[in-house]
């Protein structure tokens, strides 16, 4: 189900993720939630996740056990 607000993503996220990531996976998420819309509940939700993480993974990398905002090419 799409989320309403950064302070409704999973608390693994909002624990690790930065405020700005946080931003990203929600939109990504939400995104991809209506636009697959014709697939069953839990293969939409799984691919929700999936293109949110590739959102974030586009824009920060993971450093340890910290995420950081790539540098431009």
Known sequence: MPYA???DLPPPLRAHLPPHARE??????????????SRDPAQRERTAHRVAWAAV??????????WIVRKSA
């Open 5 to 7: 607000s950064i302070d």
């Open 24 to 37: 990203i996976y929600l939109a990504a998420f939400n995104s991809a939630w209506l636009q697959y819309a």
């Open 57 to 66: 993974k586009h824009k920060y990398q993971k450093v340890g056990d910290r």
